[in-house]
């Protein structure tokens, strides 16, 4: 049976970059109300331990609890990586991250059964996306890319700059028994935003994949709406309220280039360690 109520949603990220996903989930879903938290006073999540990660995602998975999420979807790839079982352990809602359905993605999209995974060094590090890959049978070429997130904040998208740090890491990546990958996920937010730059750098039978599509599916499937492929037909107006630990300005003016549409009433958010 379809739901017809309009459910109330809760994003995290640790910054803007979950936006990305934001964006699918309004394609799939926009009959619903959005709460995103960004936790941009503490970001790079990306480079530090799990205990760290696990501790903010949880105090801020908490936030979007009490402030009526019924349903929990992780954004960040490090969060995922790194704290998903904590993030669970202290929901009482269902909580979905971004690893599976990506892995879903990338397995979807080979022929080769065989993959190169992007992302900070905190992700690439737990070999989240490895087990999640091997356990479907898909060997996993893992590569940390720390560079790319200050780039992409950085507004530097189709920067040479950019091109050049991506040809060092993609070489790298693709090299030895990694050569005939055909597919790359991108394992991190921030790296939809230079998809079309990273699509000119890797090779051209090379399918780039990202998990913000396929976890948007996972939703709508959790929420029992038919998943659409072509998401023009759906229609809703979202609800979007957004939360931010460091100033809502910088996430107003940042955040309207992740989500591709005007990001308003963002409300400073000061959590207690
Ligand atoms: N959101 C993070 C991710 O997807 C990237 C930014 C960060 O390091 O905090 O891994």
Redesign the pocket.
């Known amino acids: 049976m379809p739901n017809s109520r309009r459910p109330k949603i809760g994003v995290f990220?640790?910054?803007v970059?979950?936006l990305t996903v934001l964006q699918a989930l309004i394609g799939q879903v926009p009959d619903a109300d959005y709460l995103y938290f960004g936790d941009t006073a503490r970001?790079?999540?990306?480079?530090k331990s799990a205990a760290t990660v696990a501790h903010y995602a949880v105090g801020a998975v908490r936030y979007l609890q009490d402030h009526g999420a019924e349903l929990l979807v992780i954004a960040?790839?490090?969060a995922t990586a790194l704290a998903l079982p904590e993030i669970k352990a202290a929901a009482a809602v269902e909580v979905i991250g971004v690893i599976e359905p990506g892995a879903d993605a990338a397995v979807a999209a080979t022929r080769k059964r065989k993959v190169v995974v992007i992302?900070?060094d905190a992700?690439i590090s737990s070999h989240a996306y490895r087990q999640a890959l091997e356990m479907r049978s898909v060997a996993v070429r893992e590569k940390a890319c720390p560079l790319f997130?200050p780039l992409v904040e950085e507004g530097w998208v189709e920067h040479p700059v950019t091109e050049q740090v991506a040809k060092i890491y993609l070489a790298e990546a693709f090299s030895d028994e990694a050569q005939d990958a055909d597919v790359l996920v991108l394992g991190?937010?921030?790296y939809p935003l230079i998809k079309p730059l990273l699509r000119r750098v890797v090779p051209e039978h090379v399918a780039i994949v990202d998990s913000a599509e396929s976890t948007a599916h996972d939703v709508a499937r959790q929420l029992q709406i038919e998943p659409l492929s072509d998401t023009s037909k759906r229609r809703g107006v979202p609800g979007l309220k957004f939360f931010a630990t460091d100033s809502a300005d910088k996430f107003r003016r940042m955040g309207t280039r992740f989500l591709g549409l005007p990001v308003e009433n963002v409300l400073h958010v000061d959590l207690k360690e």
Do not use: A, K, M
């Not at 970001?43 to 480079?47: E, Q, R, T």
């Open positions: 990220d640790s910054g970059g979950g970001l790079p999540y990306g480079s960040c790839n490090t992302g900070t992700t997130v991190c937010t921030h």
